[in-house]
């Protein structure tokens, strides 16, 4: 898993994006807290469909506090109201979970 902070979007690459954010962040995460959530398939937006044919690139531009989980495939962008744990520990917290999973499901 490779993790990148960027002012306020962090980018978190895993095996599975799907497993790890359906699985894992939803586990973690309070969905109520999430203002949108972005699906993208190499990097074009599917859904919502108010943003689909849209390039990721350009949803996170305007990101205030952002989470991405990818994989080589498909990506999902989590788009936060707040996050009182902050960005960086929600990270590690992830990073260390989706872990667990992957190893559980081999």
Known sequence: MNTQMGGAVASLKVEDSKLCTEDVVFEIVCTCN??????????????????????????????????????????YLLIFYTLKIGLENLVKIITDACKQK???KR
Do not use: H, W
């Open 34 to 75: 999430l203002k949108a959530l972005v699906i993208a398939k190499n990097g074009v937006v599917f859904a919502p469909a108010k943003y689909a044919g849209m390039t990721l690139e350009e949803i996170k531009k305007g990101c205030g506090i952002c989470l991405e989980i990818s994989d080589d495939e498909r990506q």
């Open 102 to 104: 992957m190893a559980a």
